[in-house]
């Protein structure tokens, strides 16, 4: 389509969009990275090396940020701070002023705010991978350093930081990514970035030869981080060379350093959870039967049916490819599992496009096809249904469901299944009777993980849904886009708990004590 398109207008928009468009994801792209990875890394550090007032719940509390989808705290962000919100009316009201033009205050829906909403929501993602590289390390290699005289603040630098480099690196990719398929938040606070152009020209301009353009723009710069980020690393191998592992003992803080380590790690809970969800509580409160609200119980089911179809799948998926790939020797393997994961990289903007246009193809030729045999109009099986929004939730998050199913497989001797098959076990036996009992508490988690996953996802779900078919996400988008907050904010709370349900996972998962 982006080769071949109906109405060519990518002459017209290297000209005019495309520049600001590419130049504003990057650089948001750079600035969510780096604030992200700051406040993950740091936090990371405090709760794995220091003890300090808090530090035993505020290590999972870290992660309830990933509760809250960025769309939802821009929406709570702008109710705090627009003219007409409390932090505004108090002002006015303590120093007299009667208008905006007695005195300045930052603009709300601006480029600064989308970065700072999408780090706080998005940082998690560089805590939880540095938190498990910091809490790792050996002590015997910064004892080594301390015995040569070296401060805290080098051995940190030196040492501890490098060697979390790859985790860090990690996660950082992930909130780029993430960045980039974000729509809900860019376009509520006016940042024109790819994805809001790949919306703008199809829906607005009716190009879909013009989306297509832009997708494979926005593809060609995820395909580069993700291989730059290999590239960097490339000849840089870490190991544990020791065989008995000494972990390192936390420091107790004491005096002013105990409180700076405390609001360090507060201060990411309050902005990235606690506000956003205080300010949603307070609306749904004005008027609690919004809760029952027909197109919200609508919105809910329709939620909870699509993102369990599309995990069970998800998940039954991954252990057929695995299992079956175990069997396979060769290069095979190594070059089909990577492939098959690059739709968690891939933006929901970029598989709407990808997704629709042949579906509708295939659609079309199908109903005229049985319409031909039957005299039957079935009308639109694949996209008058919620068939392709599953399929693609299915593409884009596979990633999650094979790589727990790869590790759960991977932490089972061998020798169990030789023993089966000497007893005359045959292979689909062995996987019911053997692999299946031993790791569906990982299979249930995951599944779990794509399900939350599923109830967030936004510009997929807004490209390919059919007529009059809402989720929790495109219902607080709709309202929002609005500014009927009041009627955003119970569906954003449901989000809200089916997110908390996945950080209580998260927090299991990772021994948080």
Not at 287 to 315: C, E, H, R, S, Y
Not at 468 to 491: G, I, K, Y
């Amino acid at each position: 389509m982006a080769l071949f398109p109906a109405n060519n207008i990518w002459p017209h928009l290297i000209a005019t969009t495309l520049p600001r468009y590419i130049s504003t994801t990057v650089l948001l792209m750079i600035s969510v990275g780096a604030i992200a990875g700051v406040i993950g890394t740091l936090t990371a550090w405090f709760v794995v090396r220091y003890r300090f007032i808090g530090s035993r719940w505020l290590q999972w509390a870290l992660l309830m940020p990933l509760a809250i989808p960025g769309y939802v705290g821009a929406y709570a962000l702008v109710d705090l701070l627009e003219y007409a919100g409390p932090v505004q009316s108090v002002l006015r009201g303590v120093f007299g002023w009667s208008s905006a033009r007695d005195y300045w205050f930052p603009e709300i829906r601006s480029f600064g705010a989308a970065v700072f909403v999408l780090s706080l929501s998005l940082y998690p993602y560089v805590y939880l991978l540095t938190r498990a590289a910091f809490r790792d390390q050996t002590s015997s290699v910064e004892e080594v350093a301390r015995s040569l005289g070296a401060l805290s603040s080098q051995r940190f630098f030196k040492i501890n930081l490098p060697l979390a480099r790859p985790a860090i690196a990690a996660g950082v990719a992930i909130v780029m990514m993430e960045t980039v398929n974000d729509f809900g938040t860019v376009d509520y606070f006016a940042v024109q970035t790819l994805t809001t152009g790949i919306f703008s020209v199809w829906l607005q301009s009716s190009n879909v030869g013009g989306a297509a353009q832009l997708a494979c723009v926005v593809l060609t710069m995820v395909i580069l981080l993700v291989s730059l980020e290999k590239l960097s690393r490339r000849k840089m191998q870490f190991f544990n060379m020791s065989s008995k592992q000494k972990a390192v003992q936390k420091i107790r803080l004491r005096g002013l350093s105990n409180i700076l380590a405390f609001l360090s790690c507060l201060a990411p809970v309050l902005l990235g959870f606690a506000l956003p969800l205080i300010i949603l509580l307070e609306h749904s409160m004005s008027n609690p039967q919004l809760f029952m609200d027909k197109g919200l119980i609508d919105a809910t089911f329709n939620t909870v049916f699509i993102g369990t179809i599309a995990a069970i799948f998800t998940v039954i998926l991954s252990i057929f490819m695995v299992f079956g790939m175990k069997s396979i020797k060769g290069k095979v393997p190594k070059v089909t599992m990577p492939v098959t994961t690059i739709g968690y990289a891939v933006p929901g903007a970029v598989l709407g496009v990808g997704i629709l246009i042949p579906l509708a193809t295939l659609d079309n030729a199908l109903a005229d096809a049985i319409y031909y045999l039957t005299q039957i109009d079935v009308g639109l099986i694949f996209t008058g249904t919620s068939f392709a929004i599953i399929l693609a939730y299915i593409v884009r998050f596979f990633a999650i469901g094979q790589g727990a199913t790869e590790a759960a497989l991977g932490r089972i001797s061998p020798n169990l299944e030789h023993a089966a098959r000497s007893l005359g076990k045959n292979r689909a036996s062995i996987l019911k009777r053997i692999y299946l009992p031993i790791i569906k508490g990982s299979l249930g988690s995951a599944m779990l993980l794509i399900f939350v996953d599923c109830v967030k996802e936004l510009p997929a779900t807004l490209l390919l849904r059919p007529f009059n078919f809402n989720t929790l996400s495109t219902r607080v988008h709709e309202q929002a886009s609005l500014e009927d907050l009041v009627n955003a904010a119970p569906a954003a709370i449901y989000i809200s708990l089916v997110g908390l349900c996945a950080v209580v996972l998260l927090a299991r998962a990772n021994r948080l004590k």
